[in-house]
């Protein structure tokens, strides 16, 4: 007979999901400190040591939309103005109420540039999106961090918390691919910056498509 669905259940079903038998703490403390270690360790040999990538980087989105959400911040991980009735807003808008999903979708186009950038690399194009999860996961965890600190604070720090952002995915993209190199670091940081460009820009036009296809 199937049992009950009650508090147990619940609980049970939340720590199924985070993983908290292996340990989300013990997740980002590892990624803090040894992320091209870990994950290469995780695609290549254990794959139970670390939370799910993609439960990973939709919970810790989910963690600074929530800090972001409560202490009304004006400046967000991602922050855009376009005019508000476009469809391009619209589209942008979306990317800022959904972090998760819209971290998923970024990290496709940073990873056709990693892919590019490092094809001598043993690794295919789904094994570097899985990269991308846990670093753009850790990544929303220094926003998390900051957009705390200037909620209670009142300083305006999410500057500061993109530049610590930016270093970090670059250091642990970096170490991921050959940390004794620092071209690969190099590689990383361009990597980054043109994958955030071409998303951003892609968005745009989609949305200025449809705009003038509606006028038509």
């Not at 043993?122 to 200037?150: H, K, P, Q, R, S």
């Amino acid at each position: 007979m199937i049992k009950r669905i009650n508090s147990h259940y619940i609980i049970h079903e939340i720590e199924h999901i985070l993983h908290f038998e292996k340990g989300i703490l013990y997740t980002i403390r590892e990624l803090a400190i040894r992320p091209g270690i870990n994950i290469n360790h995780f695609i290549k040999e254990n794959r139970s040591r670390l939370v799910k990538p993609i439960v990973f980087i939709i919970i810790t989105s989910l963690i600074y939309s929530i800090i972001n959400h409560f202490f009304h911040l004006e400046d967000g991980y991602v922050n855009f103005d376009i005019t508000k009735e476009s469809t391009s807003a619209i589209f942008l808008k979306w990317i800022n109420d959904h972090y998760g999903y819209s971290n998923i979708i970024i990290g496709v186009f940073i990873a056709f540039w990693l892919k590019l950038f490092f094809r001598k690399c043993d690794y295919n194009f789904f094994e570097i999106i899985i990269l991308l999860c846990f670093v753009m996961g850790m990544g929303m965890l220094i926003f998390a961090f900051f957009a705390l600190i200037e909620g209670i604070s009142h300083f305006k720090l999410m500057s500061v918390a993109g530049a610590f952002g930016i270093v970090y995915m670059t250091w642990a993209i970096g170490q991921f691919f050959d940390k004794k190199k620092p071209m690969s670091y190099f590689k990383a940081f361009v990597a980054y910056c043109l994958g955030m460009i071409g998303f951003t820009i892609t968005a745009i036009l989609i949305g200025v498509t449809i705009d003038a296809l509606i006028k038509h």
